[in-house]
Nanobody
């Protein structure tokens, strides 16, 4: 059974960088995947996605030009490199994968089938 696991969250100061990693356990293959974040009491927001072969990537306007999504082909993990972090980036960050491969990835959380437990990112001012 597929499991998704995030790592790399933590506490940083505004302007600093942080890298999140996401691993898929229990299955082999390439999947459409995305990074999402959520604040307490708010809806989960899609911030970056990559389709199964890397030909499609999307970013939310709120993080465009600051965050980069890519796959580490050596470790077989999905990476979210976050730069120029701001206090408003503070949230729980989730990684997700979907079973059906698509030509275009999606930032819609409802399109994803498997979710990690989340990792906390806190940015102090």
């Amino acid at each position: 059974q597929m499991q998704v696991a995030e790592s790399g969250g933590g506490l940083v100061e505004a302007g600093e960088s942080l890298t999140l990693s996401c691993s898929i356990l229990g299955v082999r293959g390439d999947y459409d995947m995305g990074w999402f974040r959520q604040l307490p009491g708010k809806e989960r927001e899609g911030i970056a996605c990559r389709n199964w072969n890397g030909e499609s990537k999307q970013y939310a306007d709120s993080i465009k030009d600051r965050f980069t999504i890519y796959r580490d082909n050596i470790k077989y993990t999905l990476i979210l490199r976050m730069s120029e972090l701001k206090p408003e980036d503070t949230a729980t960050y989730y990684c997700a994968a979907r079973f059906k491969r698509q030509k275009w990835c999606s930032l819609d959380p409802d399109q994803y089938d498997w979710w990690g437990q989340g990792t906390q990112v806190t940015v102090s001012s």
